[in-house]
T-cell receptor, first 116, second 114 residues
Framework: AQSVAQPEDQVNVAEGNPLTVKCTYS??????LFWYVQYPNRGLQFLLK??????LVKGSYGFEAEFNKSQTSFHLKKPSALVSDSALYFC??????????????FGQGTTLQVKP | KAGVTQTPRYLIKTRGQQVTLSCSPI?????VSWYQQTPGQGLQFLFE???????NKGNFPGRFSGRQFSNSRSEMNVSTLELGDSALYLC?????????????FGPGTRLLVL
């Protein structure tokens, strides 16, 4: 079965420092990976995705993610954190086994706290 | 382009009632997926509709159903509500592109079952 794991419930980082939110995946075949962010009482906002190609993917709001096939990881990164980055972050993989585009499997989410 | 819209944003129901939630996808998107978000179970896939046909279904009881109209708008219905159905229900529409597909989410409908 396909799955995504976010090993940290919460990540704390000081403003201006680099941040990393971890994600590992388990899929059969080539993974389609996504990162979303959720602010309180809001829906999910798309940040970036990896389909194929360069292992370093750049996304919205200065975020980027590094795809590592050997470690089956897709960690989200940002060189300099902002207080406004504080939110809930979800990693997701497209369910290839269901044979269509519409089902994402999500990790449990990681709360990012950026302190001034 | 306008984003995904969901109505209503908030809803309070009592056990045993039924509820209908609505989702309007981004213009031109033909696929709509529904997810349930709860603190305990996280984000779980409910079902997906494409061109008025259910294309995939998650592991939810038959009380949860949906449909899609010819204009791609979608509704989901939950009958005989239970306390455990209290959740944020998210709808997403899928953009097809040369670099794969991307799901864009609406703000959600927060359902409270009393």
């Amino acid at each position: 079965a396909q799955s995504v794991a976010q090993p940290e419930d919460q990540v704390n980082v000081a403003e201006g420092n680099p941040l990393t939110v971890k994600c590992t995946y388990s899929v059969s075949g080539n993974p389609y990976l996504f990162w979303y962010v959720q602010y309180p009482n809001r829906g999910l906002q798309f940040l970036l995705k990896y389909i194929t190609g360069d292992n370093l993917v750049k996304g919205s709001y200065g975020f980027e993610a590094e795809f590592n096939k050997s470690q089956t990881s897709f960690h989200l990164k940002k060189p300099s954190a902002l207080v406004s980055d504080s939110a809930l972050y979800f990693c997701a993989v497209r369910d290839i086994e269901s044979g269509n585009t519409g089902k994402l499997i999500f990790g449990q989410g990681t709360t990012l706290q950026v302190k001034p | 382009k306008a984003g995904v819209t969901q109505t209503p944003r908030y809803l309070i129901k009592t056990r045993g009632q039924q509820v209908t939630l609505s989702c309007s996808p981004i213009s031109g998107h033909r696929s709509v997926s529904w997810y349930q978000q709860t603190p305990g179970q996280g984000l779980q896939f409910l079902f997906e509709y494409f061109s008025e046909t259910q294309r995939n279904k998650g592991n939810f009881p038959g009380r949860f159903s949906g449909r899609q109209f010819s204009n791609s708008r979608s509704e989901m219905n939950v009958s005989t509500l239970e306390l455990g159905d209290s959740a944020l229900y998210l709808c997403a529409s899928t953009q097809q592109g040369a670099h794969g597909e991307t799901q864009y989410f609406g703000p959600g409908t927060r359902l409270l079952v009393l």
